[in-house]
């Protein structure tokens, strides 16, 4: 038997690809016993719902959940990152819950919350939240410490997220990320004009010379393969507001691409964008942009729609959310500035 992983899933923190071809010599046996049988801490249940979903196939096919598997099938699989087991405790946190049934929450996040548990964060996170507020919130295979997490979104940005509640909704949903089938928009004021649109392609990986940042290595000799879409929504002369849509979905990839681009995020802390990277030399130049930091201590960056597809019901689905206040008082600032610069 052959097993094989991809990277070029575009959630490489909750999404797994995984081949599988079947032994020569392999008796006919129904493909959820097989499967059981092979991979650690799948159950024959969590492969009847991938194989419903969609998200197990068949020498590229689609089967039933009654098919036998015959010597030399190539069994695809994408399903839920497995991860370290951790404790994990219901927290009584208020959420901005966007939308809600019986599968699947839409959150609009606050700046300050990570998303999951980790080094550093073992309390106050949208995962603690989300097991006070859901009973038997689905978990990944092997319990993971990111139940019914689709994808994330850093802690000092806002914006729509996606929770599977169930795990029939977390498969579905984790095989729409990953076939790049969700329909997400983010909101970003950078420094400088990147011009009307654009596309910005380079590999993302850990940083060479900090490990708890990304990089851009654009000959794609490390890292994995990301790309950016965006359109400038309005330029306000020193700053840009764009809109940015995305191919894959890496870590920091729109501020990491951005900065390498030469046009940072507003007030990105650790992508460089807190200094001023155009303008005057005037005194009061630079106050102007510190106030607009103060009320802005954190990236410019909102995720501002999502779309995809319900996973029991099959119907379109799609939401959108307001700035948040402190990113659209900065914004007004901007335009405030640029209007009296030119009354002078």
């Given amino acids: 038997m052959e097993n094989t992983t991809s990277n070029k899933n575009t959630e490489p923190e909750f999404v797994e690809e995984q081949t599988i071809i079947v032994d020569a010599g392999q008796g006919l046996v129904r493909i959820d016993k097989f499967l059981g049988d092979r991979i650690a801490g799948i159950s024959r249940t969590k492969v009847q719902n991938g194989v419903k979903n969609g998200t197990i196939k068949v020498n590229g096919e689609v089967v039933r959940t009654n098919y036998k598997v015959h010597p030399g099938d190539e069994i695809h699989l994408v399903f839920p990152r497995e991860t370290e087991e951790t404790e994990l405790l219901a927290e009584d946190i208020p959420l901005d819950i966007v939308y809600e049934d019986d599968d699947i929450m839409v959150i609009n996040k606050a700046a300050g919350m990570v998303v999951h548990p980790g080094v550093g964060n073992p309390h106050g996170t949208l995962v603690n939240a989300l097991l006070f507020h859901v009973q038997n919130l689905a978990e990944s295979p092997n319990g993971s410490d990111r139940p019914g997490i689709v994808h994330r979104i850093d802690k000092l940005t806002t914006g729509l997220m996606l929770v599977g509640k169930t795990e029939k909704a977390l498969v579905h949903l984790s095989a729409q990320f990953y076939n790049r089938e969700i329909d997400r928009k983010y909101i970003a004021l950078v420094w400088g004009d990147p011009g009307d649109e654009g596309r910005i392609e380079g590999n993302i990986g850990r940083s060479l010379k900090n490990r708890k940042l990304m990089g851009v290595f654009p000959d794609g000799d490390f890292g994995k393969e990301a790309a950016t879409n965006f359109v ?113």
């Fill in 232 to 344: 400038k929504l309005k330029d306000l002369g020193y700053v840009s507001l764009v809109e940015c849509k995305l191919d894959t979905g890496r870590t920091h990839q729109i501020r990491v691409h951005f900065r390498h681009l030469g046009h940072p995020l507003f007030g990105d802390l650790e992508y460089d964008g807190t200094r001023i990277w155009k303008g005057t030399v005037f005194t009061k130049y630079r106050q102007f942009v510190n106030n607009c930091f103060t009320l802005l201590p954190r990236q410019a960056l909102h995720a501002k729609s999502l779309g995809f597809v319900h996973p029991t019901t099959g119907e379109k689905m799609f939401f959108e959310s307001e700035l948040p206040a402190d990113m659209a008082n900065v914004i007004e600032k901007w335009e405030n500035y640029i209007e009296q610069r030119a009354m002078e």
